[in-house]
């Protein structure tokens, strides 16, 4: 089989650097929001004229983005979602949307942190974590494989702030992990039954913080590549809380200052 041209490999790479958004709204306030660039911007042929895909098309050509038209049929494969994307799909980028080989490539820091989501299919929390763990100064590593999409829906309940996040993707977070830790990562899951807590002491070496789905927690996979299984302390016979909820306070715990353990 013939290899692929360094042509092709560099654009391949270019695009596996880009999001995907869809629908008329998310794209037009993506395209509006600042450091976001546009590459590629798709429209349905079956389109009819609308003042908000009029500035959605301006936007673009000032971005210098490559605008194509397609068969219906041919946009919903790129957007993934025929019943909500209006017609319209959008390649976006920014500077902190990346790969986690990227990072990789970096040498981190001894209190570097990132948060790491495994299992969260609930756009409304992954939108609520995005907005906490950005907001903390934190990167979120979000799998490809087992949680929800960066939909519409999700852009919505970040406020608009996956845009200025800094999101490392990944295929499956078990290699992830593994990656991270021969490179000097150390892995703490959240694990309600853990008797350490999150708040207690913890050494200066980068951590990723592993928070699992809104059902079964963290994945028997993630669990085995765990070097800490942290716990947020609770009271009064609450046995949870909420993953975005979970999130602000890892995110938080992970921005104070390391201390030693």
């Known amino acids: 089989m013939k290899p692929p041209s360094p042509e092709y490999s560099l654009r391949k790479s270019r695009f596996e650097r880009c999001l995907t958004v869809y629908g008329r709204k998310a794209v037009l306030e993506a395209l509006q929001a600042p450091g976001v660039h546009c590459e590629r911007l798709h429209l349905a042929r079956s389109n009819r004229e609308a003042e908000i895909l009029e500035d959605i098309i301006s936007l673009a050509r000032r971005q210098g983005a490559e605008i194509r038209e397609h068969e219906r049929s041919a946009l919903a494969h790129i957007s993934r979602n025929a019943r909500e994307d209006q017609g319209v799909a959008a390649d976006l980028r920014w500077s902190g949307y990346r790969q986690l080989d990227d990072l990789l490539l970096e040498r981190p820091a001894a209190d570097t942190s990132l948060v790491a989501v495994d299992g969260i299919t609930n756009p409304q929390n992954l939108g609520m974590l995005i907005r906490s763990v950005t907001a903390a100064g934190l990167g979120i590593l979000l799998p490809r494989e087992g949680n929800c999409e960066i939909s519409p829906l999700v852009i919505k309940a970040s406020t608009g702030t996956v845009f200025r996040a800094t999101v490392l993707r990944c295929n499956s977070l078990g290699a992830a992990l593994g990656q991270l830790r021969e490179h ?37 996979e993630t669990m085995e590549f765990a070097d800490e299984r942290l716990a947020v302390p609770m009271a009064n016979g609450v046995e949870s809380l909420n993953v975005a909820v979970t999130a602000a306070l890892v995110a938080y715990r992970a921005s104070m200052a390391a201390t030693s353990g």
Request: no cysteine; net charge positive.
């Open 184 to 220: 000097g990562w150390r892995v703490a899951v959240l694990d309600a039954r853990s008797g350490r807590s999150l708040f207690g002491a913890l050494d200066a070496r980068p951590r990723v913080f592993v928070l699992g789905g809104e059902t079964s927690g963290a994945s028997k």
